[in-house]
């Protein structure tokens, strides 16, 4: 970066580092922790105001936001779903190029991950029973606040709320400029808020309804989850899954099992997922209905190397670590060998998934400097997560959260574990065996049976169970008093029922563990629109021909082919290319339509078909038959025989050619481009 | 078959002819709906009465159910959802080897008919907004009746709790032949009964709660779709779809669009819907959330010719025609090109695809021989279709139906357009131009803005819109009585507001057509399980090894590499394999658990891996280094060097060899099959 640009940025670098010391300072001497909160929504305010002026002072290309939207829609990339009903917000149908789109990135992604690091997949249930959603969490916390319009009912986000009348002020020419000083810094704290803070707000500026101008209600949670009942009596509660990840730790012992009951493995899912968002926006970003990719790899808590992060090590990343957010400084090149060496990065696991996570998104056509990963602060991540890094991309809504690579801890499997009583572990062998001292409740069976008869069963398991501590507990609670309510049961038990404590020394082999949970998730929506957006072109001669510059490898469709004349000796040429083509698996676009050569290659490159073929007037002629082959991102083009062109487009679809060998191989052609 | 069994058939076909011709004497007679119905039912239970005959007369391969289902359930193919909780009925996740046949099938089916058939993706959403299936018929129409324990609340579906009710009557020693035989018809005829009849039976035979012997309720119908209501305020109410299919029809518009306004065209879907099943049984066969992939293909429809209906014309089917099944008839077969040309099949798209959808499932792996394509009889077909045809394979559960592949005529097209007002129609260029009479209100809009204000615009376009007919109506009314509220509206118009009507003559060039859809759609999940019975195996020399023959094509992983044994030596080779045959995409599992190799051998037939690569102590001394490659069916080995392995194997996958090659180049070997 230049150092004019440096310059201007520098008093804000000191703005973010002095708040950054400060709470490390308030951490060290061991401060309450709503007062060290507080100071890191300040600090994160100046994070923000940091990055913000940075993408001012070196902008990215320009980029049209609405010549995007205008060629998405125009060629059906995506639109609203149920259009012709009204449509609904939030959620997005895609059409023939965005599904096929969706398709390659996915399919590559299966081969990335999946095939290369031998992975099982699974596909488990959307329709997911309340327990395992209690279980994991998401009834009690996955929320967010909203406020209604006391008279028409309609809801609003809170923050979202607070954040358009806001900067409805801001923009207002009567506000004073002290005033918008001000109310830029609490925009930019927002995002960090808590409920009683963004109830104020409201309060302090009088907010209303903003589409009637109607009072509104206290802010109220709301869980996010689509909730449904399964089968006719209404019996059955559950939700619309928000994550596919559940489906995974719920199957954890048959696909342990599975691979032999060794440890590590990583099991894969790809699948939609649900939120029933209150107030959907920013397009594909924020949708009620998405398909999520998502790794969950167990391995040993105590051992996280990974086998093969040797072949990654040298891998440069742009790491924006949580040091570096707190002192103010720039995204760092750092490579992932040196970032896990120097503890930056947890453990091997997690640096060799980020350094996988950012080769997939190069090789499908996300661009190295408009990727970075963020690491989380530590009042970020969620309570259970030891280091946690987002692969953001950058866009027109600015850097946005693509991918999420946590290390989750044993936390899932451990919540599963205690909902179900089913156990959700690992036998290790220990280095030796080791002996083991244990205590039980010896028991008077007889007399068990006949005082709780159908439920006796159920008392001599809580009594097996009991840990050391509750057992001698209850020993000396039947010494003391002669009797023992069991806590968490109504069984009163008696002495002569429990009449001594038999305590052994046990040699074990084995010790259970909880395996750690390293989870790379994929939002495939996001992905796919960072994608569109970053490869979103404009031609340098002409600024109405526009076309997104996909790789070959996601290009919804590979390969067009033109006749020039609508005449039927053309029509042979035409039939013999698209079916051999097609035989090679390839997908083609036949444009047959009228229209000048020209205007039919910008359709052609509008939907990203990388490669066009063109059956002229010489093709009849020429022996050989011979077409030309058109490259859409240098639009050049080669004269090659018709029976050359399947097997060139094949190779150069699977990356085994490049097109510098075709240009080298094949005489140039330089016609057409312009009107016939 | 043979003589003897035809013998024995012979009088259930007459018993179904006699009833078939009765039908149709019927029909011609233009008897009651209703009392041809009662007839139809009687015929469907005698055409079942002979197909259980014939099954058990000829019956299939042996085949076990329950060996079966230890083998998926032991291997994870799939199993029931949140098992750790109790499970779900109806429900299943699928594990790794259920996954990776699923996706390998449905990449086989992009393949066969996406690609080959240059169809438009589309991937729309599953939370559907009420009006759209309200407009389907959906919500009137997608019903099963249920009877409910009055004390209890648990629920029943209806005809599922008579069959129980009476099976068990059927087998209890009290029962008397007659009754059986009695119960036996009835049990034949339930699947036609209306709710009527259905609920006299509950009645005749007192039948009570099957858990609980509590009274049931009466009858009440139960809408299959799972409710759910979209945004926070409850105001959006919908329902998960219930097939992909909508999705498409919705999105017509902008897909014909995308196809530069051009017949005919086809849009696929694949994706999850979903049915609230009263009471869910039989494994896969149904479950309340579901993988379909369906095709509509839109075509004019006086023009229903296929442009590559001569490529399969000379295909050879099992057609199980109506008129067949009226007349106690057997399955025929018969090419699809005489097919279509004897008028059996009612035209060439819909011939075109049910070959196209016989080559994909043999493809697959789905027997010839238990593969039927079923007609539906006029009076089961769906009131919309005009001709229908069920793929059906057989399994241990009786003929299922697999596919469907309907003629749906202009129905879907023509209901949304009616829900929405957007025309979901063609231009078809005329042959000729041609004279049209127009009839158009002559309007005082300016009295008309004054006296509806605000509504005016659309007093206007309703007058706009007016037919011939009706505008005639509204001028004869308007001259007798000086006013006249238009039907449908509160609107009064008065002779003042329109004056006169304006008759034309117009030359049009174009006529608009509602396009017919012939309707592929497969349940993936009843074609998945059927082929999992079809190609079920068990080892001849030793009933205990079991297996799935899948074709290469889509047996979930492809390849196995089993060391001899866990000396390091044998390590790098291992990994050499195993490196270079996912380079080639393949999925690979490596098995180097101890264990005899014939072990290891049934282990990875198991899970239907084609082909297996043994590293042995030869290996290391050959020169070049040479392993075994083993082919799962015949058990057959060669010997072949490592470099070999990739390639062979990568091309065997493609189906660019075959093992009978492999067998002709390399040198046969024969050993370790045995435990060594």
């Keep these: ?21 400060k709470v490390r300072e308030m951490k ?17 305010a100046r994070r923000k105001e940091l990055e913000e002026l940075t993408l001012k002072l070196d902008p990215p290309d320009t980029f049209d936001r609405s010549k995007m939207a205008d060629l998405v829609k125009r060629r059906f990339f995506y639109d609203n779903s149920f259009a012709i009903y009204g449509g609904i917000t939030g959620q997005y149908d895609l059409g023939p190029l965005g599904c096929d789109l969706t398709r390659n990135m996915l399919e590559e992604w299966h081969k990335h991950f999946v095939l290369q690091e031998h992975m099982l997949s699974v596909s488990c249930s959307i329709l997911t029973p309340e327990p395992v959603l209690k ?33 409805k002020k801001v923009s207002d020419k ?21 409920v009683g803070e963004l109830g104020a707000l409201v309060k302090k500026h009088d907010m209303k309804s903003p589409s009637t101008g109607n009072p509104l209600t206290e802010p109220v949670e709301f869980n996010l989850m689509f909730p449904i009942t399964i089968g006719p009596s209404g019996a059955i509660r559950g939700f619309l899954r928000p994550e596919t990840a559940q489906g995974i730790f719920v199957n954890f012992k048959r696909l342990l099992e599975f691979n032999q009951n060794r440890l590590p493995f990583a099991a894969a899912q790809v699948g939609n997922a649900y939120r029933n968002e209150i107030s959907p926006r920013s397009g594909l970003l924020r949708v009620r209905e998405f398909t999520m990719a998502e790794i969950e790899h167990f391995c040993d808590p105590d051992d996280k190397s990974h086998p093969k992060f040797d072949s990654v090590s040298n891998l440069e990343m742009r790491l924006y670590s949580a040091e570096a957010q707190m002192a103010g400084e720039s995204v760092r090149n750092i490579t992932i060998g040196e970032a896990v060496r120097g503890g930056l990065v947890a453990n091997e696991t997690l640096g060799y998934y980020m350094a996988r996570i950012q080769q997939y998104l190069l090789k499908i056509g996300i661009k190295e400097k408009k990727l970075r990963f963020r690491q989380h602060m530590a009042n970020e991540m969620a309570h259970y997560a030891c280091d946690c890094w987002d692969a953001e991309c950058l866009t027109s809504y600015g850097w946005i959260e693509c991918v999420g690579c946590a290390d989750r801890s044993a936390y899932d499997l451990t919540c599963h ?10 036998e290790r062998p220990l280095p030796e065996p080791k002996d083991v001292e244990t205590v039980t409740p010896v028991l008077d069976n007889k007399l068990i049976g006949k005082t709780f008869l159908k439920q006796s069963k159920e008392v001599q398991e809580a009594l097996a169970a009991l840990s050391i501590e509750d057992a001698e507990t209850l020993d000396k609670n039947l010494t003391a008093d002669g009797k023992y309510t069991l806590p968490g049961t109504s069984f009163e038990l008696t002495r002569s029922m429990i009449p001594s404590l038999k305590r052994e020394i046990k040699k074990v082999h084995v010790e259970e563990i909880v395996p750690s949970v390293i989870e790379p998730s994929f939002g495939i929506g996001r992905v796919f629109y960072a994608l569109l957006e970053q490869t979103f072109t404009v031609r ?11 790789p070959t490898i996601v290009a919804p469709v590979k390969v067009s082919v033109l006749p020039l004349s609508s005449k039927p000796e053309f029509e042979p040429f035409t039939k013999q290319l698209a079916s051999a083509l097609t035989k090679c698996n390839l997908s083609v676009k036949i444009d047959d339509s009228t229209g000048s050569i020209g205007r039919r290659y910008a359709r052609t490159d509008e939907v990203s078909i990388p490669f066009a073929v063109t059956i002229d007037f010489d093709t009849l002629s020429s022996s050989p038959h011979t077409v030309t082959l058109r490259e859409r991102d240098s639009t050049l083009q080669v004269r090659i025989p018709v029976s050359e062109v399947a097997p060139t487009v094949q190779r150069l679809a699977a990356s085994e050619l490049q097109w510098s060998d075709v240009l080298a191989r094949w005489p140039r052609f330089a016609q057409q481009e312009a009107t016939k």
């Design 1 to 21: 970066m230049d150092e004019a640009i440096e310059k201007q940025l520098s008093p804000l670098r000191v703005r973010v580092k002095e708040q950054g010391d």
């Design 135 to 167: 279980a994991s969490g998401h009834m009690d916390k996955f929320a967010d606040y909203m406020v209604k319009d006391t008279l028409s009912g309609e809801c609003y986000r809170l923050d979202h709320l607070i954040k358009l009348h806001l900067e």
């Design 174 to 194: 009567k506000t004073s400029a002290a005033e918008k000083a001000e109310l830029g810094l609490v925009l930019n704290r927002l995002d960090g808020m808590d």
């Design 540 to 550: 340098e001669d002409d600024d109405k021909r526009t076309y997104f510059a996909l």
């Design 417 to 426: 574990a205690k909902a179900t009583g089913v156990k959700l572990s690992v």
């Design 28 to 44: 060290a001497a061991g401060a309450p922790d709503i007062d060290i909160k507080k100071e890191v929504l300040d600090l994160k």
